[in-house]
């Protein structure tokens, strides 16, 4: 049985910080591209960062360029989202979600922003950004 169980989510100032988690089971981690999509209360689900399974390549979408940072330690099955300069914008439910990709095949921007390509959701985290 698979599972996405995130964590980290919470209540913040702007300006200030939070590290989400997603730890996975049930799947052979490394073989997965990981991706982070948020959806905040009224809007679609969108795109934030992606990480392929080796961690070579890594995607943002512009509104979280330089204070976001995706990261994973595979030994861990684990991956992460160093979340700096909040912004009250930033408020919403944020989701780890995992598309299966063999080893050779490179992760493109397209793929890492489509939200059909992800096998796997986990159930989501709060965040919340108070001015």
């Known amino acids: 049985q698979v599972q996405l169980v995130e964590a980290g989510g919470g209540l913040v100032q702007a300006g200030g910080s939070l590290r989400l988690a997603c730890a996975a089971s049930?799947?052979?981690?490394?073989?997965?591209?990981m991706g982070w999509f948020r959806q905040a209360p009224g809007k679609e689900r969108e795109f934030v960062a992606a990480?392929?399974?080796?961690?070579?390549?890594?995607y943002y979408t512009d509104s979280v360029k330089g204070r976001f940072t995706i990261s994973r330690a595979n030994a861990k099955n684990t991956v992460y989202l160093q979340m700096n300069s909040l912004k009250p914008e930033d408020t919403a439910v944020y989701y780890c979600?995992?598309?299966?990709?063999?080893?050779?095949?490179?992760?493109?921007?397209?793929?890492?922003?489509?939200?059909?390509?992800?096998?796997?959701w986990g159930q989501g985290t709060q965040v919340t950004v108070t001015s």
């Open positions: 979600a995992a598309d299966w990709r063999d080893a050779i095949t490179f992760l493109s921007r397209s793929d890492a922003y489509t939200q059909d390509k992800y096998d796997y």
């Open positions: 990480i392929s399974g080796n961690g070579a390549t890594i």
């Open positions: 049930g799947i052979t981690f490394s073989m997965y591209t």
